[in-house]
Nanobody, 120 residues
Framework: VQLQASGGGLVQAGGSLRLSCVATLRTFGSYNMAWFRQAPGKAREFVSLIAWNSWTAYADSVKGRFTVSRDNVRNTVYLQMSSLAPEDTAVYYC???????????????WGQGTQVTVSS
């Protein structure tokens, strides 16, 4: 199983980015897909989740600015990020699991991460 995240980059504060994560999961449609992020010197934290039935959850810090979606035909999950701020700077990881937990330990598969840097 592989999860390949992409779409990160350098953006100015107030800008937008869309992250993508393609998963080689045979039963992608059965998995809950999540995004986490890790800033330098900090623990990895939950950002957003989209369940197999498209139910979504967001961290309070990104609610109203980020939108998660999925395409079960393309085995891809997206994270549309808007109104980005310097504190959003981090490596963003996608993860797959059969849980709706926000804990990293509860996810089975992880992507390699994509760097998002927001300049002020």
């Amino acid at each position: 199983v592989q999860l390949q995240a992409s779409g990160g980059g350098l953006v100015q504060a107030g800008g937008s980015l869309r992250l993508s994560c393609v998963a080689t999961l045979r039963t992608f449609g059965s998995y809950n897909m999540a995004w986490f992020r890790q800033a330098p010197g900090k623990a990895r934290e939950f950002v957003s989740l989209i369940a197999w039935n498209s139910w979504t959850a967001y961290a309070d810090s990104v609610k109203g600015r980020f939108t998660v979606s999925r395409d079960n035909v393309r085995n891809t999950v997206y994270l549309q990020m808007s109104s980005l701020a310097p504190e959003d700077t981090a490596v963003y990881y996608c993860a797959a699991g059969l849980t709706t937990s926000r804990a990293t330990r509860d996810f089975d598969y992880w992507g390699q991460g994509t760097q998002v840097t927001v300049s002020s």
